[in-house]
């Protein structure tokens, strides 16, 4: 029987790029807080983009979205990031 490895399974921990949609326009006070990110404001949403970050960063960035009192819509992995090879993902030989 074959498992898969994860984090936390002790697989390889990978970093990858997301998108992480807040429902509203998000202010400059607001956006101070996430200066690691690209914050984009497309109404009716404010769109922040994340590059390279692993598991922990991303559970921050929601942690600080909830404590701000913000509106989560979606958040998205990107393809293409870091860690998307596997199976059939690579870039041909």
């Known amino acids: 029987m074959e498992e898969e490895r994860g984090p ?7 970093d990858g790029d997301f998108e992480i949609r807040i429902k509203g326009r ?3 006070v607001f956006r101070t807080a996430f200066a690691e990110l ?3 404001v497309n109404p009716p ?5 994340g590059a390279g ?4 960063a991303l559970y921050g960035i929601l942690d600080r979205i ?3 009192g913000l509106e989560l819509v979606e958040v998205r992995r990107l393809p293409g990031g ?12």
């Open 26 to 28: 998000v202010g400059q």
């Open 82 to 93: 870091a860690g998307e090879a596997g199976p059939g993902l690579g870039t041909p030989a």
């Open 53 to 56: 970050l692993d598991q922990a």
């Open 66 to 68: 909830q404590a701000l």
């Open 8 to 14: 936390e399974r002790g697989g390889a921990r990978t």
């Open 38 to 40: 690209t914050v984009t």
């Open 45 to 49: 949403e404010t769109v922040l983009h």
